[in-house]
């Protein structure tokens, strides 16, 4: 009863999930903000390769060769998917937390990052010396809160404002081009975190003018293990190898000092690197550039809108913002319920109608924990629960959430319910 996946943006969906009273249903994940569901053309690129897979850069073999040719196509496919500029480098990652990891390694003595509160924490833990900002509460004042920072901080040490395009708890848009702007006005470089926008909406550096950018494959509709850093090289040619080893390494001589490293991705790729995840996130991006972007955009939108007003007609459900709940946003709608914790709120969705949600404070915990208490109701809420949308997403799918959150208001406190060793009890 599974559409199958005809075109390369279909998602590959997973069989009919079992519920508590026995029946199985169609799976309704909307969980697409922590990782999304791939596509028929990262299933496709990988069945292609695995048959063909061996070392990339190394051999003189024919299938080597073709290895090594189909890894680059990739890196270019991510650079023309970004709008990179032609200097820009792409170097792949594992995801956007290490190219996070990454940049930081890679800055110049003295720079002072700033970034506000509301960041994921894979955009506030890896930074060596953080101006932490508090989360601002419209576009318009994120603006003028970077304006003040960059205004203290002065020139005479490079600055870089962290910044993500998208929250990953409330989906909001930030203002990154203004942000560029003023940054730049004050010799500022911006790194952009894409985890949650590149899924989402067209990114172009080069428009943008960021400096650099990161974005995880699983979250992009392609396997987990791969993703991306790109941007400036001069930095990144300065800093020392994200991972020494072999590919990093042009030369090297008799004392174990003695190395010349390379230069371009190479220099933060030591060892054998993910051919797969980067072949299956290169086609991704592919497809991706080559869509209709208002479409996909207009189609997302109409499907968290309906979300939204499902949720705000159900009495005790309160919805986080932090901008406001007109501001522009990505599938994303996190919420609480009254009387009911997030972890219950999650395993009846799941246990009674197969939809599956994040609850917790989704690895933000700052701008959460505030949010929660914002949106007010019982003092003894302290988490929320998050549902997002993707390619895929049905009606259905949102309905069903309604519908269950609607169910679970109606039986009152949560009194009947208890969740045993993590798992869900009627
Ligand atoms: N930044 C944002 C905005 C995210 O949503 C996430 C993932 N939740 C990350 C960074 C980290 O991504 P990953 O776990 O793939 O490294």
Redesign the pocket.
């Known amino acids: 009863d599974l559409a199958p996946a005809t075109a390369p943006l279909d998602v590959v969906s997973p069989p009919p999930v079992p519920l508590v009273d026995g029946r199985r249903v169609p799976y309704a994940n909307l969980d697409y ?2 990782s999304a569901p791939a596509v028929r053309a990262a299933a496709e690129a990988v069945a292609e390769l695995l048959p063909r897979y061996t070392a990339v850069h190394r051999g003189a073999g024919w299938l080597s060769t073709e290895c090594t040719r189909a890894y680059e196509r990739a890196r270019g496919e991510v650079a023309a998917f970004l709008g990179c500029r032609p200097d820009d480098q792409v170097i792949f990652t ?5 190219s ?1 990891n990454l940049l930081a390694s890679a800055l110049p003595p003295r720079t002072r990052v700033v970034a506000f509160d509301s ?2 924490h ?2 506030l833990l890896p930074w060596p010396d953080l101006v932490r900002l508090p989360a601002p509460a419209s576009p318009r004042a994120a603006v003028a809160s970077i304006g003040a920072a960059l205004a203290v901080l002065g020139d005479d040490a490079p600055v870089l404002i962290a910044v ?1 395009g ?3 708890v409330t989906g909001e848009l930030f203002p990154v081009a203004d942000i560029t702007r003023l940054a730049h006005r004050f010799g500022a470089r911006v790194f952009l ?1 894409a ?2 926008l590149a899924p989402h909406r067209p990114i172009d550096v080069a428009a943008l003018g960021v400096d650099y950018v990161a974005f ?1 494959g ?2 992009l509709y392609a396997p987990f293990g791969c ?1 991306v850093l790109a941007g400036r090289s001069d930095w990144l040619d300065a800093a020392p190898p994200h991972l020494a080893g072999g590919g990093a390494s042009a030369l090297v001589g008799d004392a174990t000092c003695d190395v010349t490293w390379r230069t371009g991705p190479a220099r933060h790729e030591g060892g054998s690197p993910n051919v797969i995840g980067a072949v299956a996130l290169g086609a991704v991006c592919a497809e991706l550039g080559a869509t209709d972007w208002q479409r996909l955009v207009d189609e997302e939108d109409a499907l968290r809108r309906r979300l939204a007003t499902g949720l705000a007609r159900i009495d005790g459900v309160r919805q986080l913002h932090l901008f406001g709940a007109d501001s522009p946003r990505v599938g994303t709608v996190a919420f609480i319920v009254d009387g009911w914790s997030a972890g219950l709120v999650a395993a009846v969705l799941s246990a009674e109608h197969g939809v599956g949600v994040r609850d917790g404070l ?2 933000a915990h700052p701008l959460t924990r505030r949010l929660v208490h914002e949106a007010g109701g019982d003092p003894s809420t302290t988490q929320a629960v998050r549902a997002s949308v993707g390619l895929g997403t049905t009606v259905d799918d949102v309905d069903r959430l309604i519908a269950g959150v609607a169910r679970l208001v109606g039986k009152g406190p949560a009194v009947p319910y208890a969740v045993i060793d993590g798992r869900y009890a009627p």
């Open positions: 903000a922590a594992k995801h956007t937390t290490e996070v960041e994921h894979a955009n993500t998208a929250s990953n975190d985890a949650q995880s699983h979250k993703g989704f690895c």
